[in-house]
């Protein structure tokens, strides 16, 4: 198993433009995070899906941002439009229903806004 | 509201020394706590869980709840420890991980 995949590893785009993130979880696995990593705070979660069905978006920072995951194979983080602020690294990670059973997390997707 | 401080950003050791990176917590329930690492080009991972009260590559965490602190400690640190460590905490059923803001620790030959 590759482990949880996301696309692409590094964007930079320009200030206004549409940014999409993806991601392909681990089979099998019921659980999926979106998490922004910045030197200022750390590792901060976004949003999490369970069985597709988004259970908590509380840390989605304003309209900008918007997520889906139209299968359980398949979850897409969209900011648009994107703003220098936005530039980060992004992880999605995937897990079995209970979280003491660990997270297991992509290589992240770096993202630049000009 | 759930809350993970790591007051450290940056914690250098040299190789042999002992290791402490601090945890602190705030929650008013039973928590899980874990520690994540991420390696140089690796992907973040889990170190340990306080549940399973393991040694992992000669880490140890324990929970102390009068503290609420979950430090994590090596007697003897190595090279390979060179990482950046993220402390993170569960509210009891429920699948939301709150991280702290991470100690990157280095170790000096």
């Known amino acids: 198993d590759a482990g949880v995949i996301q696309s692409p590893r590094h964007e930079v785009t320009e200030m206004g433009q549409e940014v999409t993130l993806r991601c392909k979880p681990i089979s099998g696995h019921d659980y999926l995070f979106w998490y922004r990593q910045t030197m200022m705070r750390g590792l901060e979660l976004l949003i999490y899906f369970n069985n597709n069905v988004p259970i908590d978006d509380s840390g989605m920072p304003e309209d900008r941002f918007s997520a889906k995951m139209p299968n359980a194979s398949f979850s897409t983080l969209k900011i648009q439009p994107s703003e220098p602020r936005d530039s980060a690294v992004y992880f999605c990670?995937?897990?079995?229903?209970?979280?003491?059973?660990?997270?297991?997390f992509g290589p992240g997707t770096r993202l630049t806004v000009l | 509201a759930q809350r993970v401080t790591q007051p450290e950003k940056l914690l250098s050791v040299f190789k042999g020394a002992p290791v402490e990176l601090k945890c602190n917590y705030s929650?008013?329930?039973?928590?899980?706590l874990f520690w994540y690492v991420q390696y140089s080009r690796q992907r973040l991972q889990l170190l340990l869980r306080?549940?399973s009260r393991e040694s992992i590559k000669g880490f140890t965490a324990d929970l102390n709840k009068g503290e609420t602190s979950f430090h994590l400690k090596k007697p003897f640190a190595q090279e390979e420890d060179s990482a950046m460590y993220y402390c993170?905490?569960?509210?009891?059923?429920?699948?939301?991980?709150?991280f702290g803001t991470g100690t990157r620790l280095t170790i000096i030959p």
């Open positions: 993170a905490l569960c509210a009891f059923g429920n699948e939301k991980l709150t």
């Open positions: 929650y008013s329930g039973s928590p899980e």
């Open positions: 306080h549940i």
């Open positions: 990670a995937s897990s079995l229903p209970r979280v003491s059973i660990e997270q297991f």
